[in-house]
């Protein structure tokens, strides 16, 4: 089961943490991917980070701005949010895939074994 956390309301040009964490079970050997949707648009790949390699993906819209990283340790996954903007707005959900694909195509064609339910992060002045 994933859980994620750290979502809220927050002002443009701020910063938010999101978190996923695993419960029942190991994240070593997946992939792990955050993935949003805002009202009346398609869920969108944001970034994904691979279970061993380190290699990530960014979606060009959130490149520079937002980070992915995982504690193996504590079983949980981060996407740090920083310079938000209101088109950020969104419910984040967060993902753990075990396949052969690289971050890449589980970013593009939302590949994944497990979701979480999602937080909602609203950037709004």
């Known amino acids: 089961q994933l859980v994620e956390s750290g979502g809220g309301l927050v002002q443009p040009g701020g910063s938010l943490r999101l978190s996923c964490a695993a419960s029942g079970g190991t994240l070593d050997y997946y992939a792990i991917g955050w993935f949003r949707q805002a009202p009346g648009k398609e869920r969108e790949g944001v970034s994904c980070i691979h279970s061993s390699d380190g290699s990530t993906y960014y979606a060009d819209s959130v490149k520079g701005r937002f980070t992915i990283s995982r504690d193996n340790a504590k079983n949980t996954a981060y996407l740090q949010m920083n310079s938000l903007k209101a088109e950020d707005t969104a419910v984040y959900s967060c993902?753990?895939?075990?396949?052969?694909?690289?971050?890449?195509?589980?970013?593009?064609?939302?590949?994944?074994?497990?979701w979480g339910q999602g937080t909602q992060v609203t950037v709004s002045s």
């Open positions: 993902t753990a895939y075990r396949g052969r694909a690289n971050v890449n195509s589980m970013c593009t064609y939302i590949l994944r074994d497990y």
